[in-house]
């Protein structure tokens, strides 16, 4: 899946989480996307306590990258 229009101005941990959210939205089948909006759910409230921004910023990067799906 190519990266949605906005993907480079993702900064912040809570602009990826609504950035995945909107890819979600682009997958081929309700069950599908439902799938993945929880597990980004799940993985955003997993690391919501990280405070090391380089840290930070690799996952982000990473997400961008490949999201996984």
């Keep these: ?3 949605l229009p906005g993907a480079e101005l993702v900064q912040r941990p809570l ?3 609504r950035y995945l ?3 979600c ?3 081929p089948t309700k069950g599908i996307q439902e799938h993945y909006k929880h597990a980004v759910r799940q ?3 997993k690391h ?8 930070v910023q690799r996952i982000i ?6 999201p996984g799906w």
């Design 48 to 55: 919501s306590s990280l405070d090391n921004g380089r840290k």
């Design 25 to 27: 939205q682009q997958l």
């Design 15 to 17: 602009q990826l989480y």
């Design 1 to 3: 899946m190519a990266p």
């Design 21 to 23: 959210l909107r890819c």
């Design 61 to 66: 990067k990473i997400d961008l990258q490949d």
């Design 43 to 45: 993985t955003f409230l």
